[in-house]
């Protein structure tokens, strides 16, 4: 079955720091990628989307995120943290099917 | 960008009282919309997809004839929650495509509509 892991439930890290969120699924062929940010009370924005091609994709917000197929892995990082970046950051996968599976998502603090 | 709003951003009702949300495409035409539920601390729960113009599929476990979905335009999208109870509060937020033949394309978000029923 396809699914997404996000290992980390929440995340510290000091402003100006790098970040890199993890992000692991299961999916029997090449999947589609998202990375999305959730402010509290608010709605998804899309950070960035792997379909095929170049696996380092970058992103709006100075986000990036690199495709592993052989860690069947899609992390998200940023070199440098601001603390506005502070949000709920959900990693999905598309199957193809136009259904879209989010995994538990992580919780990014930024401390100054 | 595509925008998609939802309204109302909050409301609160009595037990036992159905309540609507809406959710409109406002620069494009969405063929497909997609309701989700999220719980405190947790993550989207797909409820239901809808194609315009035909009935909505629901995922397993969720009650079509207490969620209640219609998609009788290509920018409209409602859900109504019939009977509501206290376990039905929740953040439910949805999402627009615009499929074009076989291609994947991006769902954009709305910003959720947060209900309590008392």
């Known amino acids: 079955a396809q699914s997404v892991t996000q290992p980390d439930i929440h995340i510290t890290v000091s402003e100006g720091a790098s970040l890199e969120l993890r992000c692991n699924y299961s999916?029997?062929?090449?999947?589609?990628l998202f990375w999305y940010v959730q402010s509290p009370g608010q709605g998804l924005q899309l950070l960035l989307k792997?379909?095929?091609?170049?696996?380092l994709v970058q992103g709006i917000k100075g986000f990036e995120a690199e495709f592993k197929r052989s860690q069947s892995s899609f992390n998200l990082r940023k070199p440098s943290v601001h603390w506005s970046d502070a949000a709920e950051y959900f990693c999905a996968v598309g199957p193809g099917g136009f259904k879209t599976i989010f995994g538990a998502g992580t919780r990014l603090f930024v401390k100054a | 960008g595509a925008v998609v709003s939802q309204h109302p951003s909050r409301v609160i009702c009595k037990s036992g009282t159905s309540v609507k949300i809406e959710c409109r495409s406002l620069?494009?035409?969405?063929?497909?919309m997609f309701w989700y539920r999220q719980f405190p601390k947790q993550s989207l729960m797909l409820m239901a997809t809808s194609n315009e113009g035909s009935k909505a599929t629901y995922e397993q476990g969720v009650e079509k004839d207490k969620f209640l979905i219609n998609h009788a335009s290509l920018t409209l999208s409602t859900l109504t929650v019939t009977s509501a109870h206290p376990e039905d509060s929740s953040f439910y937020i949805c999402?627009?495509?615009?499929?074009?033949?076989?291609?994947?394309?991006?769902?954009?978000f709305g910003p959720g509509t947060r209900l309590t029923v008392l």
């Open positions: 999916y029997g062929a090449t999947p589609y």
């Open positions: 620069d494009f035409q969405a063929t497909t």
């Open positions: 999402s627009a495509s615009a499929r074009e033949g076989s291609s994947y394309n991006e769902q954009f």
């Open positions: 792997y379909f095929s091609g170049d696996t």
